[in-house]
């Protein structure tokens, strides 16, 4: 099935620092989301992708849409100690069903004060 | 406009027996997700619901596993005769149509423990 990489797995960085990650597939999707998990929490979607090329900010927050819809980069700029959790990329394909997204293994974020 | 709600947050269950989770959509959805997360692992989707209809079940275990989002009342995932192999955290979400807009919203996911 299709498969998310998603790197790095982890990250300890000081905080102010600048955080870049990004998602990697062999397959083609035509939206990618990002997300970040808090401890015992569902995930909260971040910033949602939905053009190839396309290039979304929020707040500190900047991702990407790879052109060739086979990727997805999510960077944080000036990180602060609230930006501490995981960091997911999903990937959504209309031609399978619209409820089936799939999900990476995730970045954990460690921001030192 | 409360958000996702799901309950137990947590459940211990024994082997052999059976876990109902539930997820109450947010107000005005009528799509419903299920999804389990193993730790250190990504989110892996079980079951796409409308009202009364399963859509996509896909993700789903063949045995054991049964989900349903009745007319009214909330959705329901149901594990018969649960295994230590279960315990895992359970994620519903919901959207006021069809995921392809991206914009699900997550519950805080209930934890099952099989011991």
């Known amino acids: 099935g299709q498969q998310l990489n998603q790197s790095p797995q982890s990250m300890f960085i000081q905080e102010g620092e600048d955080v870049s990650m990004n998602c990697t597939s062999s397959s083609i999707f035509n939206t990618w989301l990002w997300y970040k998990q808090d401890p015992g929490e569902g995930p909260v979607l971040l910033i949602a992708?939905?053009?190839?090329?396309e290039l979304t900010s929020n707040g500190r927050l900047t991702a990407q849409f790879g052109i060739t819809r086979k990727d997805s980069f999510l960077n944080i700029s000036a990180s602060i100690p609230s930006d501490v959790g995981i960091y997911f990329c999903a990937g959504l394909n209309y031609g399978g069903s619209q409820g089936n997204l799939i999900f990476g293994k995730g970045t954990k974020l460690s921001v030192k004060p | 406009n409360a958000g996702v709600m799901q309950n137990p947050r947590h459940l211990v269950r024994r082997r052999g027996q059976e876990a109902r989770l539930r997820c109450s959509p947010m107000k005005g959805h009528s799509h419903v997700y299920w999804y389990r997360q193993l730790p250190e692992e990504g989110l892996k989707f079980m079951v796409y619901l409308q009202k009364e209809n399963i859509i996509d079940e896909s993700g789903m275990p063949k045995e054991r596993f049964s989900a349903e989002f009745p007319k009214e009342g909330p959705s329901i995932l149901r594990i018969q005769q649960v295994v230590r192999g279960d315990s895992a955290a359970y994620f519903c979400a919901s959207s006021p149509q069809g995921q392809g807009s991206g914009e699900a919203f997550f519950g805080q996911g209930t934890r099952l423990t099989v011991v």
């Open positions: 992708l939905y053009k190839a090329g």
